[in-house]
């Protein structure tokens, strides 16, 4: 197995859920639904535009002032949001730099639940065997699997030969139930008092668990995130995806966790205190975002929940447009679902705040966010288009591009990644985060209108 030494290799995080886990609608509905919707919103704003009077067209003084204040309250928003992440992010960099690193290692269990996961489940056991930790066991759900995977986890069952010990790996088979209720089956299976949840084709950094336990010591951290990681890299779109997990999604986390308050520990790696997923009353079938849901309700049980940079998972990411819309169409309303289930707590801080903040902030990315960033974008170019204000577009464009290439240098140096990556950051907002926002916004108007949806499952490359 060649591997290299900068990215390890892996499989893309894929999820199944109860009976429809092994079937799905086309899979060129999202992206047609997301391209046809995003081009006839732009026409017809352009068709308005074109058709207005020439008296109401007359007042371009009134449109320039519009157009200047629009612009302006726009980057002051993005710019107060920016540095709030980047302040926080930096907060948390010195206190994780200067922490004393703890010694506590108790035995953990690693959970891992798997749905026709026959071509990668004996690259992600072989990971988890060269794990730096002594003190652990490999217990595998397979949740039905249709295919090979069966009989591949059942010659895997037994002691295997570890780093520092002999490891145990146990199966357990259950009925098609969906990724929540396989990992409720290992959870409460597990005599450990600390469990890992991963997906089964994710592969770990060795020194992922021993980097994440030893914040246990701390008796309010209730879970501990990891950092998700992009294997497949030197294509177009997976390097934007490395760039977003680098800037958008860790540098968030490591903001959140300076006050202990990440709002989604993600599903290729999370270490948790069995006591707090039991306080949170195990992960839920009922959204297509458990892990969300389980760490809203986590923090809602009143427990902390920390980042830690080096507890590492490679993952393999979507590689065409089409899959990466599948992929975030469904993140979104999962998210939206598990808002929805805990709303009450969003106009009640009383009972959590906590839990309301994080509530509100997910609120914020979910909906507010990629709704004002699509509305800028088209009010923008349209004003570009129609009054002639290309010279202040251009300079609204280079401003947020030098933005994003400060802050990918930024993530890029601390987690010591590829330096090549940031000069993606020079079309990273003006075209992904763009197209990412837009199946964002219609991903919330199905799930608003109640459009049924399927889980799905994304095509893997298995490159390993």
Sequence with gaps: MNLNPNIKKSLFTVESKDENRATENPEQKYLLRILVSGISSLILILIIVYTLPHTILSVNSLIEYAVIVALVIFLFILLVRYFTI????????????????????????????????????????????????????????????????????????GNHPGVHSKIKISLINQSNSGKARALNAGI??????????????????????KSAARHFSNPKIGAVAGNVKVLNRRKFFTDLQALEYIE????????????????IIPGPIGVFRKKAIEDAGYYSSDTFAEDADLTVKIIASGWKIYYEPNSISYTEAPSTLQQLLK?????????????????????????????????????YEALVWPAMNIAANVFFITAALIFGFTQLIFFWWAGLALLDLVTAL????????????????????????LIIDICKAMSTIEEFLGIRMTWGKLERVGSV
Aim: aromatic share 16%; proline share 2%; net charge positive.
């Design 86 to 157: 980047l302040i926080f992010a930096y907060f948390y960099l010195n206190e994780y730099t200067f922490k004393k690193n703890g010694s506590f290692s108790p035995f953990v269990s690693v959970i891992i639940p798997v749905f026709n996961e026959e071509k990668v489940i004996l690259q992600t056991i072989k990971s988890l065997l060269t794990l730096d930790y002594s003190n652990y066991e490999i217990i595998i759900v397979n949740d039905g699997s249709t295919d090979n995977t069966k009989s591949v986890a059942e010659s895997l069952v």
């Design 188 to 209: 409460q299976y597990s005599k450990a008092d600390f469990v890992l949840c991963m997906d089964g084709d994710s592969q770990l950094s060795p020194d992922s668990l």
């Design 248 to 263: 958008g999604l860790n540098m968030a986390r490591s903001a959140q966790s300076f006050i202990r308050l990440v709002n």
């Design 327 to 363: 992929q975030r169409y469904r993140w979104t309303r999962g998210i939206l679902q598990s808002l929805r289930k805990h709303k009450r707590l969003l106009i009640n801080p009383t009972i959590n705040f906590g839990h309301t903040f994080i509530l509100w902030s997910m609120f």
């Design 410 to 433: 930024y993530c890029v140096a601390v987690e010591k990644e590829e330096f090549r990556l940031i000069w993606y950051a020079i079309i990273y907002r003006m075209f992904f985060i």
